[in-house]
């Protein structure tokens, strides 16, 4: 499996935009690190944008995921409507152990979505992070129940003892390949015809 950021001449059959979103201190750096990294440490919280690639082969398919992981504080959000444009995949992320990191959700980050993603087919997953925890905020039932209501994948994880990382990305690039739109979209085939369709020809350029 690849892992970081060195893309180099590596080929791969799709390419997705994913974002994470959610509160800040519901552990998304975490869950990001976890991911594309065997080290875990303690993260100090992101300050406006990150990002993060990684290359993996599920199903068959080379995949890039280029990761956007956000600050959590809330004035942040008219900053980045960028950050939300043409975005396939979004991880709507929640500390279990905190209520108000699941109620705001629905209040601050669904709202949010709505707002700035500019792709109707867009595939989002709700996670539950720190299941590591013992005690707990919002049960099973009303992550699921949830996502149920907004049409998301749902999964619980840790990050902290990898639990279910790999499976919130898998399960999410899996669906990602599902939707034909995304697929598409998504495709280095498709887009290195259309930049072959799109390279300038001699003369269209202004001289100096």
Same mark, same amino acid.
């Given at each position: ?34 991911? =594309? ?5 303690? #993260? ?17 398919? !080379?995949?890039? #995921? ?6 959590? $504080? ?30 705001? #959700?629905?209040? =601050? ?11 109707? &087919? @867009? ?8 299941? &590591?925890?013992? %005690? ?11 996502? $149920?209501?907004?049409? @998301?994948?749902?999964? %619980? @994880? ?8 790999? $499976? ?5 690039? #899996? ?13 280095? =085939? ?5 930049? =072959? !369709? ?6 269209? @350029?202004?001289?100096?």
């Amino acid at each position: 499996m690849g892992s970081g950021s060195k893309v180099g001449n590596i080929n791969f059959d799709y390419s997705f935009k994913v974002l994470l979103i959610g509160d800040s201190g519901v552990g998304k750096s975490s869950l990001l690190l976890s991911f =594309i990294s065997k080290y875990l440490q303690d #993260l100090s919280p992101t300050i406006g944008v990150d990002f993060k690639i990684k290359l993996f082969t599920i199903g068959g398919k !080379r995949v890039k #995921l280029t990761i956007w992981d956000t600050a959590g $504080q809330e004035r942040f959000g008219t900053v980045i409507s960028s950050y939300y444009r043409g975005a396939h995949g979004i991880i709507l992320v929640y500390d279990v152990t905190k209520r108000e990191s699941f109620t705001n #959700l629905v209040g =601050i980050w669904a709202r949010e979505v709505e707002l700035y993603s500019t792709n109707p &087919d @867009c595939v989002k997953i709700l996670v539950g992070n720190k299941v &590591d925890k013992s %005690e707990r905020a919002v049960t099973k039932e009303e992550g699921m129940a949830l996502a $149920q209501e907004h049409r @998301c994948l749902f999964l %619980e @994880c840790s990050a902290k003892t990898r639990e279910n990382v790999q $499976q919130c990305f898998n399960d999410l690039t #899996l669906k990602m390949l599902e939707v034909p739109s995304l697929r598409e979209n998504g495709s280095s =085939i498709v887009k290195r015809q259309k930049q =072959i !369709r799109e390279k300038p020809r001699s003369g269209d @350029c202004c001289s100096q």
